[in-house]
């Protein structure tokens, strides 16, 4: 009941294009949601977040789509660039919890 | 602030050393996390801390990892005796009020490998 599963476990793009990652989580505690940004070497870092109580979230070209009833959520890169080439985790917490429940990641790599 | 900083950036050590991993948490952050990441598991939380004290250890792989916090701005991870399968890289992350969903920094890691 705490995981987060994350697919697609890999994902290459051309330029432009607008890669999709998938989450789901069993615990219905989980009130923040946030997407980390890791590049090779070094540690990840915060992209984007969202609570439950807003269906999308868009930050510049990266948008979170959150379907409570279903317990899904999905990032999406608009107009994807070289530059975005990392490994996206999604995560999951709780407020008044202090752990942070990692999916596995999806490796993106976008093509010139 | 210089971030979370961790030391060292890289270790190479042989099969049965004793190994130690050093943090340094953002400034006024009150909880602190460790974990461990490899290409197979993924990233794995080994301990927390929340005002330094340990809150779940409930990760840590095995009773040759032990980990401290005797201050706010300091913690270590332990590996006595390492083995070939603790190869990884662990990192260290701190964030403000964690029990609120608070954004977690994390260090830049530690490259272990043990031969």
Not at chain 1, 47 to 55: E, Q, Y
Not at chain 1, 93 to 107: C, D, H, L, V
């Amino acid at each position: 009941q705490q995981q987060v599963k994350q697919s697609p476990q890999s994902l290459i793009v051309q330029k432009g294009g607008i890669p999709i990652i998938n989450c789901a989580y069993e615990n219905t505690a989980f009130d923040y949601f946030p997407w980390y940004q890791q590049f090779p070497g070094k540690g990840p870092a915060l992209l984007i977040a969202i609570r439950p109580d807003v269906s999308e979230k868009k930050e510049g070209r990266f948008t979170i789509s959150f379907n409570k009833s279903a317990k899904q959520f999905s990032l999406h890169i608009m107009d994807s660039q070289p530059g975005d080439s990392a490994t996206y985790f999604c995560a999951a917490t709780y407020t008044g919890g202090f752990k942070t429940i990692f999916g596995a990641g999806t490796r993106l790599f976008v093509k010139a | 602030d210089a971030g979370v900083i961790q030391s060292p950036r890289h270790e190479v050590t042989e099969m049965g050393q004793e190994v130690t991993l050093r943090c340094k948490p953002i400034s006024g952050h009150n909880s602190l996390f460790w974990y461990r990441q490899t290409m197979m598991r993924g990233l794995e939380l080994l301990i927390y801390f929340n005002n330094n004290v340990p809150i779940d250890d409930s990760g840590m792989p095995e009773d040759r990892f032990s980990a401290k916090m005797p201050n706010a701005s300091f913690s270590t991870l332990k590996i006595q005796p390492s083995e070939p399968r603790d190869s990884a890289v662990y990192f260290c992350a701190s964030s403000l009020d964690g029990g609120m969903g608070g954004e977690q920094y994390f260090g830049p890691g530690t490259r272990l490998t043990v031969t």
